[in-house]
């Protein structure tokens, strides 16, 4: 009876074996999989991110599993997790904050998952690269570009995105250390009002409409998005202002901006560069997946002003 029961015993490891060896033989003909997190593709630049993502990726042999945070930090924690169990070989994340994916991301690392962040940063040890937009940079030269439109000066509203993001602080202080005068004693503009418009529209558009039955000159509007951009140049249509001259400042470089441009509701807009960004970021993984090649640790990726889609 022993004999019979060790018989049984060695037939039933023989077949998990064997199971477990068409198992991987099935997941070896998988693509490997490239998990991108977007904070919102409710709005429509972060589409080129997202493109640039995928089209690079499935050049190089990967599925790209796309998730939406959907403007809400409180979403990408679970993707982030989501994506680990789907067995995911790298993590490609533009976060909707800096804090939230932390312990998430953590976990991703922890298994030796390559992490790289797109156009904003994380506050974790362990990321492969952080290759994000010069955004700083950028709000600096829209208060240069003010600068030379308006020599004497004007009346300047500032709509800010997300409150503590970073885009949020660095557009803004590169803004404001040129046309604020009390960061920049030589400016001759003065700093009418400032909202938050969350880098969405309809919030940049109420906000934008409650500031213009409270001021009746507005000479500039300043938002750290294109998105918002659209909802300001709504409300001042809504309101009839059109013919007040004011001048309409975005930040990325969205197909929305350059129509309005076109149609003469905006200025120009700071352009990223997020073609590049997406695309550099799946070469960053792929050769760290294939040879271990660690990119930079900080990339910062150059902006420009731009009036015209070239």
Same mark, same amino acid.
Request: charged content about 25%; overall charge negative.
């Given at each position: ?9 060695? /037939?039933?490891?023989?077949?998990? /074996? ?19 997190? /977007? ?34 930090? =409180? ?14 070989? #790298? ?8 804090? =939230? ?27 492969? =690269? ?35 993001? @970073? ?27 400032? #909202? ?5 529209? @309809?919030?940049?558009?109420?906000? /934008? ?44 470089? #969205? ?56």
């Amino acid at each position: 009876m022993k004999k019979i029961t060790t018989l049984l015993l060695i /037939m039933t490891l023989l077949f998990t /074996m064997a199971g477990c060896g068409k198992t991987t033989t099935s997941n070896e003909n998988e693509k490997p999989k490239i998990a991108l997190l /977007m904070a919102d593709l409710g709005n429509p630049y972060f589409h080129v991110l997202r493109d640039a993502v995928v089209n690079q990726g499935e050049e190089l042999g990967y599925e790209v599993l796309v998730y939406d945070g959907q403007n809400d930090a =409180s979403k990408q924690p679970s993707q982030v997790e989501d994506a680990i169990q789907k067995g995911v070989n #790298a993590i490609i994340i533009n976060p909707s904050d800096e804090s =939230s994916t932390a312990n998430s991301l953590k976990d991703a690392i922890a298994q030796d998952i390559p992490v790289v962040t797109v156009d904003r940063s994380v506050d974790v040890d362990g990321i492969l =690269s952080y290759l994000v937009t010069d955004n700083k940079k950028g709000g600096e030269l829209a208060g240069k570009w003010l600068e030379n439109k308006l020599p004497e000066g004007g009346n300047v509203v500032h709509i800010e995105g997300i409150i503590g993001t @970073a885009p949020q602080r660095e557009r803004g202080g590169g803004f404001l250390s040129i046309v604020d005068p009390e960061k920049n004693s030589n400016s001759k503009f003065k700093i009418l009002d400032t #909202a938050v418009g969350e880098f969405s529209m @309809a919030p940049a558009e109420a906000a /934008m409409s409650d500031l213009l039955a409270k001021h009746d000159d507005i000479d500039v509007v300043f938002t750290q998005n294109d998105t918002m951009a659209v909802g300001v140049a709504r409300a001042i249509e809504t309101a009839g202002r059109q013919d007040d001259g004011i001048i309409v400042i975005g930040f990325d470089g #969205a197909k929305e901006a350059y129509d309005l441009i076109d149609q003469g509701k905006m200025a120009v807009t700071a352009v990223q560069d997020f073609k590049f960004i997406g695309s550099e970021s799946v070469k960053y993984v792929d050769a760290y997946l294939k040879d271990g090649t660690k990119p930079e640790p900080r990339v910062l990726v150059d902006v420009y002003m731009s009036d015209d889609k070239k």
